[in-house]
Nanobody
Framework: VQLVESGGGLVKPGGSLRLSCRAS????????IGWFRQAPGKEREGVSC????????YLANSVKGRFTISTDSAENTAYLHMNSLKPDDTAVYYC???????????????????WGQGTQVTVSS
């Protein structure tokens, strides 16, 4: 499956963005879906992951209450809805697909593949 992210940009603190991850060559609902980010000088980290089997979600502590992950099966697209953005959210955001577990979801970089090219999110006044 090939993934293409979009929707990044420059936004002021407190603003919102919606990132999109469009899939081709495969069906997103056959996998777990993950959003990850990598800030300059830091390792790539899991932001939010979704099980398309039982709906389990993972949210990093730093984004709980602000970010939401969703999918649109008709569009074969996943989304990351980001609200109340902070400068610390500045990073390149990537989507990837992972193992579809019978129960629950994992959200570690090593378990995911099919990485897109990423989309830059910059939060600055």
């Amino acid at each position: 499956v090939q993934l293409v992210e979009s929707g990044g940009g420059l936004v002021k603190p407190g603003g919102s963005l919606r990132l999109s991850c469009r899939a081709s060559g495969g069906i997103l609902n056959d996998y777990a879906i993950g959003w990850f980010r990598q800030a300059p000088g830091k390792e790539r980290e899991g932001v939010s992951c979704l099980s398309t089997n039982d709906g389990s979600t993972y949210l990093a502590n730093s984004v709980k209450g602000r970010f939401t992950i969703s999918t649109d099966s008709a569009e074969n697209t996943a989304y990351l809805h980001m609200n109340s953005l902070k400068p610390d959210d500045t990073a390149v955001y990537y989507c990837a697909v992972g193992p579809k577990l019978r129960l629950g979801v994992v959200c570690s970089v090593s378990e995911y593949a099919g990485w897109g090219q990423g989309t830059q999110v910059t939060v600055s006044s």
